[in-house]
Nanobody, 116 residues
Framework: QVQLVESGGGLVQPGGSLRLSCADS????????RGWYRQAPGKERELVAR???????NYADSVKGRFTISRDNAKNTIYLQMNSLKPEDTGVYYC??????????WGQGTQVTVSS
């Protein structure tokens, strides 16, 4: 059954903003990290931002200062606020849930297209 569901993707002009959401209906046992990754056409999936269960976040250098990851533990949901979007931010954005040792599950992805 589907457990991680992303939403909020779409088409936006350069300089614009989007907010992605990822709702998790699965078990929260053993989850230590939640992350956002993206995959551009012809490229490998790459880390965008990651947040620990304690709230510590880290970001890819390419998005620092523009993107913010956050979480609502009561809703088992994480968010990615994306500002000052650039064409190179285009791709399919995936969220995941990780234990200390492995990725437990992935979402199905949401398309983000930055274009004028």
């Amino acid at each position: 059954q589907v457990q991680l569901v992303e939403s909020g993707g779409g088409l936006v002009q350069p300089g614009g903003s989007l907010r992605l959401s990822c709702a998790d209906s699965g078990s929260t046992i053993n989850i230590k990290f939640r992350g956002w990754y993206r995959q551009a056409p012809g490229k490998e999936r790459e880390l965008v931002a990651r947040i620990s269960s304690g709230g510590n976040a880290n970001y890819a250098d390419s998005v620092k200062g523009r993107f913010t990851i956050s979480r609502d533990n009561a809703k088992n949901t994480i968010y990615l606020q994306m500002n000052s979007l650039k064409p190179e931010d285009t791709g399919v954005y995936y969220c995941n849930a990780e234990s200390w040792f492995e990725v437990l599950r992935w979402g199905q992805g949401t398309q983000v297209t930055v274009s004028s």
